[in-house]
């Protein structure tokens, strides 16, 4: 009697944590109780790295998760087909990136918008600096970004991270970029427990292979974390409305709201401030053609 009196009991626990790993439809949830494994109920799915659930305890160490509170942010990528969530509740986007293998402006974009798009800062990272000649035409390249308001720090992971540091405390980062750029390395450097798996670029095709596999959440200091999370080679954004698309260009702010008319998409419509802000120089051809791109 003693002993199904204490598994019902033990059946009925339910305890609050935050999501520190996520495998497919298998996740870690960090609990007062200890890390608990978790999976969803039925079909369940959209359960993010960096989330705040609550599970209900199954067995010992395992369980299911109930709910998911409500988040600040949620960073993620999307084709026609499927939804890839990244990372919740993030405050602040590492985007790394590095002179070789080189990167692609494209996804920088990309990134960007689904950044802003959820009010999140952004911290670009070119890491390799060790490549000096290659990184200065990098550095260079970058400084469209760095004249939008982006902050572009330069590092070698493999040498010192420690310039890093600042801009890591009381956030919630979430480490992205595509495959090559050295995630892994970084985040190695900066969690050394974290071991994450490395490999080499392929210089004859430019690229790099994956090698983180999983997102993990890795504990800073009482107020600080860092997710690292799979490289990747492509970006979607058709989770972004068209009419909330101009939103992600950091440059078109001031403008927006000032048109003519209150559903302008900024293509040729007259009395649109946008399209008049960039005839004065204020917005760059390269990012309206980009914006029309996205549109299209």
């Given at each position: 009697m003693s002993g199904r009196t204490k598994k019902t009991q033990f059946h009925s626990d339910?305890?609050?944590?935050?999501?520190?790993a996520a495998f497919g439809r298998h996740y870690s949830v960090a609990t007062e109780a200890g890390i608990?494994?978790?999976?969803?109920?039925?079909?369940?799915?959209?359960?993010?790295?960096?989330?705040?659930v609550t599970c209900r305890l199954?067995?010992?160490?395992?369980?299911?998760?109930?709910?998911?509170?409500?988040?600040?942010?949620?960073?993620?990528?999307?084709?026609?087909?499927?939804?890839?969530?990244?990372?919740?509740?993030v405050t602040q986007i590492i985007l790394v990136v590095a002179a070789v293998p080189s990167f692609s402006e494209e996804l920088i974009s990309r990134c960007l918008v689904a950044a802003e798009s959820e009010n999140i800062n952004v911290l670009i990272v070119l890491n390799?600096?060790?490549?000096?000649?290659?990184?200065?035409?990098?550095?260079?390249?970058?400084?469209?970004?760095?004249?939008l308001g982006y902050c572009v720090l330069q590092l070698s992971s493999i040498h010192d991270v420690s310039l890093l540091l600042p801009y890591l405390t009381n956030h919630l980062s979430v480490l992205v970029g595509q495959s090559?750029?050295?995630?892994?390395?970084?985040?190695?450097?900066l969690v050394p427990e974290a071991n994450r798996s490395t490999a080499t670029i392929s210089l004859a095709l430019d690229s790099g292979s994956h090698t983180t596999t999983y997102s993990q959440l890795y504990q800073l200091d009482k107020n600080s974390a860092i997710i690292d999370s799979p490289g990747f080679q492509e970006f979607g954004l058709n989770h972004i409305k068209e009419e909330n698309l101009a939103y992600g260009f950091a440059e078109f702010h001031p403008?927006?709201?000032?048109?003519?008319?209150?559903?302008?998409?900024?293509?040729?419509?007259?009395g649109c401030a946008v399209l008049a802000a960039h005839e004065d120089g204020k917005i760059l051809s390269k990012r309206l053609d980009y914006y029309h791109k996205l549109l299209r």
């Open positions: 339910c305890l609050a944590g935050q999501v520190v608990v494994s978790c999976v969803t109920r039925g079909k369940k799915i959209g359960v993010a790295c960096g989330d705040q199954t067995t010992p160490g395992q369980g299911v998760i109930e709910t998911i509170q409500p988040r600040r942010s949620l960073f993620y990528r999307s084709d026609a087909f499927k939804e890839k969530i990244i990372a919740a509740n390799k600096s060790d490549l000096i000649e290659q990184t200065k035409i990098a550095y260079q390249t970058l400084s469209l970004y760095r004249d090559g750029m050295g995630k892994s390395t970084l985040l190695n450097a403008y927006i709201g000032h048109c003519k008319f209150s559903n302008c998409r900024h293509r040729a419509e007259p």
